[in-house]
């Protein structure tokens, strides 16, 4: 990887260093733009999936299945997603995973069958991980490095304002329109974004213009050359997800064992995710300023001790306390696992990496609610919050080890 100066990082001898002459609001409608429009359809989408796929006949098992299939696609498509970013160009895979997104909505909105429905639901999983991919690696080339983390970061939290809005946006449709109507949203938003990417400035013209010449890397060989920094930093990374996806789970699960009420329930998701949302900036900003190491740690720690506090909490007001403590963990980590990606990714074959850094970051998270299912099943819900705590406790060494290693932020700083 090639490392920053710490001239071009920090600025020297009276200079003018390049973060000094950029400013994020400049780039704000094209490289946020498509992504708040991209989640807003998620948002909309993510409720009915279910309820759509039990219209069309499905049991309550095949209807969650169907929910799945977006992730399950997610973790499949992650390599492929960075090659085709890396074959056609960022800006026209954004195009494109828009545009298909957009199609695979209209499918699911008019699917006559739930076979229909559930290649849509697919589709949708692939072409979001096109979208990620190539959304991160046209922020890496748009963001000087040294406003790199604050630029990832603030990706991830319009992504998370979104995914919030997204629902709410989708009620007046689908009152009209029964639940498929989230399926219109998502469309409409899927377009827009398409519009948007097509419409504004390139920002990564340049680089690609540069690029162009160069002998196209084979994925496998990139992988091949990247092994050591998926084994070491990215069981970290697994670890991130893990933790992350966990919490998810967790909360309502335990909230139901407790007999709280489902408007309670939702009552402390709805604030915990206020939380996340507040705090993506001041996180960024940290990476930024003093390295990757004082986010990563505290990330995963809050998440460690909300996951090993949750099974002794017995009303409304301590699982409030307990998430709260695990959003301050998630929102301190906003935009980590992308910035670690973006400080490990090469110039040469970058999209390939990156493909290959979202497939162990979704296979953390796909993992974590499979082992829960696990170990509910035998010593209890209980046993599964003690287990996924310790296992991110131990992975919180594990990070505070690997990130100062490949924190070029601390590099730069003489640490």
Same mark, same amino acid.
């Given at each position: 990887?090639?490392?920053?100066?710490?001239?071009?990082?920090? $600025?020297?001898?009276?200079?003018?260093?390049?973060?000094?002459?950029?400013?994020?609001?400049?780039?704000?409608?094209?490289?946020? +733009?498509?992504?708040?429009?991209?989640?807003?359809?998620?948002?909309?989408?993510?409720?009915?999936?279910?309820?759509?796929?039990?219209?069309? $006949?499905?049991?309550?098992?095949?209807?969650?299945?169907?929910?799945?299939?977006?992730?399950?696609?997610?973790?499949?498509?992650?390599?492929?997603?960075?090659?085709?970013?890396?074959?056609?160009?960022?800006?026209?895979?954004?195009?494109?995973?828009?545009?298909?997104?957009?199609?695979?909505?209209?499918?699911?909105?008019?699917?006559?069958?739930?076979?229909?429905?559930?290649?849509?639901?697919?589709?949708? +999983?692939?072409?979001?991980?096109?979208? *990620?991919?190539?959304?991160?690696?046209?922020?890496?080339?748009?963001? %000087?490095?040294?406003?790199?983390?604050?630029?990832?970061?603030?990706? +991830?939290?319009?992504?998370?304002?979104?995914?919030?809005?997204?629902?709410?946006?989708?009620?007046?449709?689908?009152?009209?329109?029964?639940?498929?109507?989230?399926?219109?949203?998502?469309?409409?938003?899927?377009?827009?974004?398409?519009?948007?990417?097509?419409?504004?400035?390139?920002?990564?013209?340049?680089?690609?213009? &540069?690029?162009?010449?160069?002998?196209?890397?084979?994925?496998?060989?990139?992988?091949?050359?990247?092994?050591?920094?998926?084994?070491?930093? $990215?069981?970290?990374?697994?670890?991130?997800?893990?933790?992350?996806?966990?919490?998810?789970?967790?909360?309502?699960?335990?909230? &139901?064992?407790?007999?709280?009420?489902?408007?309670?329930?939702?009552?402390?998701?709805?604030?915990?995710?206020?939380?996340?949302?507040?705090?993506?900036?001041? &996180?960024?900003?940290?990476?930024?300023?003093?390295?990757?190491?004082?986010?990563?740690?505290?990330?995963?720690? *809050?998440?460690?001790?909300? &996951?090993?506090?949750?099974?002794?909490?017995?009303?409304?007001?301590?699982?409030?306390?307990?998430?709260?403590?695990?959003?301050?963990?998630?929102?301190?980590?906003?935009?980590?696992?992308?910035?670690?990606?973006?400080?490990?990714?090469?110039?040469?074959?970058?999209?390939?990496?990156?493909?290959?850094?979202?497939?162990?970051?979704?296979?953390?998270?796909?993992?974590?609610?499979?082992?829960?299912?696990?170990?509910?099943?035998?010593?209890?819900?209980?046993?599964?919050?003690?287990?996924?705590?310790?296992?991110?406790?131990?992975?919180?060494?594990?990070?505070?080890?690997?990130? %100062?290693?490949?924190?070029?932020?601390?590099?730069?700083?003489?640490?």
């Amino acid at each position: 990887m090639q490392q920053p100066d710490a001239r071009d990082a920090l $600025g020297e001898g009276g200079a003018t260093s390049p973060e000094a002459a950029f400013s994020l609001r400049g780039i704000a409608v094209p490289a946020y +733009g498509p992504t708040i429009l991209a989640a807003v359809g998620t948002g909309a989408v993510t409720p009915v999936v279910a309820l759509t796929a039990i219209d069309l $006949g499905a049991s309550p098992s095949v209807a969650a299945l169907t929910v799945g299939l977006a992730l399950i696609a997610e973790l499949f498509f992650a390599v492929p997603a960075g090659a085709v970013v890396h074959r056609i160009g960022e800006r026209r895979a954004l195009t494109w995973a828009c545009a298909v997104d957009a199609v695979g909505c209209l499918a699911a909105f008019f699917a006559g069958s739930l076979a229909v429905l559930m290649v849509a639901v697919f589709a949708l +999983g692939f072409t979001g991980s096109v979208f *990620l991919v190539a959304r991160q690696a046209y922020l890496i080339d748009a963001v %000087p490095f040294g406003m790199r983390a604050r630029a990832l970061s603030t990706l +991830g939290g319009v992504h998370r304002i979104g995914m919030v809005v997204g629902p709410f946006v989708g009620v007046p449709v689908i009152h009209l329109a029964g639940p498929r109507g989230g399926f219109a949203v998502a469309a409409a938003a899927g377009v827009a974004a398409a519009a948007l990417v097509w419409g504004s400035r390139d920002l990564t013209a340049e680089h690609e213009a &540069a690029t162009a010449t160069e002998q196209p890397s084979r994925t496998l060989d990139v992988l091949r050359a990247h092994r050591r920094t998926y084994l070491t930093l $990215g069981l970290g990374i697994m670890v991130i997800g893990g933790a992350r996806s966990a919490r998810v789970v967790l909360v309502p699960l335990w909230a &139901a064992h407790l007999g709280l009420s489902a408007v309670a329930t939702s009552v402390i998701v709805g604030i915990a995710a206020a939380i996340e949302v507040a705090l993506f900036y001041p &996180a960024g900003s940290v990476m930024d300023r003093y390295g990757r190491t004082w986010v990563a740690l505290p990330c995963v720690g *809050l998440l460690a001790a909300a &996951a090993l506090l949750l099974p002794l909490t017995s009303s409304t007001t301590t699982v409030l306390l307990v998430a709260v403590v695990g959003a301050v963990g998630n929102g301190l980590g906003s935009g980590i696992v992308m910035t670690l990606g973006a400080d490990s990714a090469p110039e040469r074959g970058r999209s390939q990496f990156l493909g290959g850094w979202r497939f162990v970051s979704v296979l953390g998270g796909s993992g974590a609610p499979a082992l829960i299912s696990l170990v509910t099943a035998g010593p209890g819900l209980a046993a599964a919050c003690v287990t996924m705590g310790c296992l991110t406790l131990l992975g919180s060494g594990w990070l505070g080890y690997w990130v %100062p290693r490949f924190d070029p932020r601390r590099a730069s700083l003489g640490k």
